[in-house]
């Protein structure tokens, strides 16, 4: 049907066909002709309420539009492509040919409740989100000027401090100089003392001897006895070296480092926590070559365009967005990948359980990365740091454990909690594994119905088996991952929904709307959007981040 013909059947009598009519029914939203208004209104289960459909427009509109090409024609159409109210008329013209009409009223409604929507948001979720950024201002200057009022306390207590140590030393300078002043002293007056008293024993001495020689008592005169030879030996004279003080050059580097150091103001502008959707909404949806007989059960994001993809095959095919295969890697040994991942590097990784090995392909080259003995690998995950974490099961499946792996050199094993009670439940099926932000590792336990997480180290952080309030049935978690906000997503295959938790387990909501069938595989990209794997074939990409 061309655009022509269309356009005047958008405004039929819903009864009789008759073209333009000029009556509408406000209850059952449909057209009429004046000959069908009484056969409409002769249903009386329904109260009917038929009104002139301009008299309808100007109801609902409050004003007509008139059409400005074909006056005085009124608008009532909505051309989707032009975005612009038309009349009949415009609608078949060949400027709007094959374009789509909406009715104006219908139109103006989905408008409304657009700005519902948007009302709704600003209302109740963005306005508060910036209300409570507007009165954290206050606080941050208020707790910047409490703290630098304590670093000032701090800078003239330990000041202080470094004053009466230099004090002190002053002080002990002057004690030791007053202490030698005493010591040199005493010394001195010793000698002072004896030369004194040598001093009058001498003065004696010569007026004895001038006395004899004015005699000629022969007696007097040979009864003295000379004392010069004891006068001769002068008593030791003292030698000292003054004290002297030599001042250090004052260095104010080591006076500062001695001191103390102040750390630098460090602002950092960090991105507000991003608001989850009221509707998560598919983006795209991309058909696989997997299905029924050959099941999808992992997805790993190369790229915001491109997702590998593996299932019951021994082929992992990365696809594009538009649904076109744009590679497709063999396994080397011909046996079906368990789960995949990508590293940082964008190299693509894969667990093959048989051969008990992880492998990397490197430019379509796929190398061994890992042989493991008596141990199968089932999930693998690479970290932020560029280790390897593999979930991993004994030969005869009666042991499980998660192994960090630095390349090829194990770094550590998590198996037991501090009890010695296993973590995880051991069985031939796959545990999905991820990295959160802040190091943490999540397992989904399909057997066990639960997320089990640890701390990087190994420690149990909790378990989580569903919601508190129980909307649904119990938990079948497959595929996990983590965004940017260190949320943590499990595909329910079962309940097919996805859940949101935090990273401390608190559950956030599902993402139930999205006509998911078994959702396996989980994984998202850069921006946030979430590519989830159904088991019969198809990968949704989904936007839950506003």
């Given amino acids: 049907m061309d655009s022509r013909s269309w356009a005047q ?17 406000d209850l059952c939203h449909i057209h009429l002709c004046k000959g069908c208004v009484g056969e409409h209104l002769s249903d009386q289960t329904l109260q009917h309420k038929v009104v002139r459909f301009n008299d309808y427009l100007t109801s609902k509109r409050g004003s007509t539009i008139i059409c400005p090409k074909h006056s005085p024609k ?9 975005d612009n109210p038309i009349c009949v008329m415009c609608a078949s013209s060949e400027e709007h040919q094959c374009h789509k009409f909406v009715d104006l009223t219908n139109a103006l409604e989905i408008q409304k409740r657009n700005l519902q929507t948007d009302l709704h948001e600003l209302e109740n979720v963005l306005y508060p989100k910036y209300q409570e950024t507007a009165s954290s201002f206050p606080i941050k200057r208020a707790d910047f000027n409490d703290n630098s009022k304590k670093l000032t306390e701090a800078f ?3 000041g202080n401090k470094l004053h009466m140590e230099i004090d002190t030393i002053i002080k002990n300078l002057k004690s030791d100089l007053k202490e030698m002043n005493l010591e040199y002293n005493t010394v001195l007056n010793k000698q002072e003392d004896e030369i004194t008293r040598k001093v009058s024993e001498i003065t004696q001495t010569i007026a004895d001897l001038k006395k004899l ?7 007097q005169v040979s009864a003295y006895k000379s004392m010069n030879a004891e006068f001769r030996k002068l008593p030791p004279q003292t030698s000292v070296s003054l004290p002297s003080f030599t001042p250090q050059t004052i260095n104010r580097e080591q006076i500062h480092q001695q001191f103390g150091f102040m750390s630098e103001l460090v602002i950092k502008t960090e991105e507000p926590e991003r608001l989850l959707i009221n509707e998560p909404k598919v983006i795209s949806v991309t058909e696989t070559e997997f299905g029924e007989s050959k099941k999808l059960h992992s997805v790993a994001c190369l790229s915001q365009e491109e997702v590998w993809a593996c299932g019951q095959d021994n082929m992992i095919r990365l696809y594009n967005l538009k649904g076109e295969l744009v590679k497709a890697i063999h396994t080397k040994s011909g046996n079906n990948p368990e789960n995949i991942t ?20 490197k430019n379509s080259h796929i190398q061994k990365l890992l042989r493991l003995r008596g141990w199968r690998p089932f999930g693998v995950t690479s970290t932020s740091s560029g280790d ?20 090829s050199l194990l770094l550590n094993c998590i198996e037991v909690d501090e009890h010695g009670q296993p973590l995880f439940s051991p069985g031939r099926y796959i545990r999905y594994i991820s990295e959160n932000k802040n190091h943490d590792i999540c397992v989904s336990d399909w057997y066990a119905g639960a997320v089990v997480v640890v701390n990087q180290a190994g420690k149990h952080r909790f378990t989580y088996t569903g919601p508190p309030t129980k909307t649904k049935g119990s938990l079948y978690p497959y595929g996990i991952t983590t965004d940017s906000q260190s949320r943590i997503l499990i595909a329910d295959d079962k309940n097919n929904c996805i859940h949101i938790i935090g990273q401390d387990g608190k559950f956030l909501r599902f993402i139930d709307n999205c006509d998911l069938h078994s959702p396996w595989g989980l994984c998202v990209d850069t921006n946030d959007n979430l590519f989830v794997a159904e088991k019969e074939g198809q990968i949704k990409k989904i936007q839950y981040y506003m």
């Fill in 388 to 407: 390897l974490l593999v979930a991993m099961d004994t030969d005869d499946y009666k042991h499980s454990r998660i192994v960090r792996y630095s390349g």
């Fill in 342 to 361: 990508v590293t940082r590097n964008g190299d693509l990784l894969y667990t093959d359980v048989d051969k008990r090995t992880v492998n990397i392909v």
């Fill in 213 to 219: 020689l004015n005699t000629n008592d022969f007696r």
């Fill in 9 to 25: 059947d958008v405004l039929r009598c819903r009864l009789c066909e008759t073209p333009a009519p000029p009556m509408y029914c």
């Fill in 74 to 82: 009124l608008c009532e159409l909505y051309c989707e492509q032009c």
């Fill in 156 to 158: 003239d207590k330990h």
